[in-house]
């Protein structure tokens, strides 16, 4: 499957922003998919996931209760809704998604497929 990621930018602390992700196969609501991000120096941090059939959720600690991850089947496409964002959040946000569920989800090596990034910057 090939991922798709846009919907990133500049916003002010204490703003909004959705990301979308949107993926190629007719066949997405098989996969398992997640958001992660990643800042210079550092590895790519787990954000969240929506886990299939179900659509379950998991939510780093970092952004529960700012951020949600969803899906529409209907045009193949992830979204993490972001709110209150702090300047802590700026990163690229990737994008990724898998066929078989991993309990370490939150690993970056769980993931097989994975987008281009997508920048976000939140300023202070």
């Known amino acids: 499957v090939q991922l798709q990621a846009s919907g990133g930018g500049l916003v002010q602390a204490g703003g909004s922003l959705r990301l979308s992700c949107a993926a190629s196969e007719r066949t997405f609501s098989r996969y398992h998919m997640a958001w992660f991000r990643q800042t210079p120096g550092r590895e790519r941090e787990f954000v969240a996931a929506?886990?299939?059939?179900?659509?379950?959720?998991y939510y780093s600690d970092s952004v529960k209760g700012r951020f949600t991850i969803s899906r529409d089947r209907d045009v193949n496409t992830l979204y993490l809704h972001m709110n209150s964002l702090k300047p802590e959040d700026t990163a690229v946000y990737y994008c990724v998604a898998v066929l078989s569920w991993n309990v370490q989800y939150g690993t970056p090596t769980a993931w097989h497929y994975w987008g281009q990034g997508t920048q976000v910057t939140v300023s202070s």
């Open positions: 929506i886990r299939q059939p179900g659509s379950i959720t």
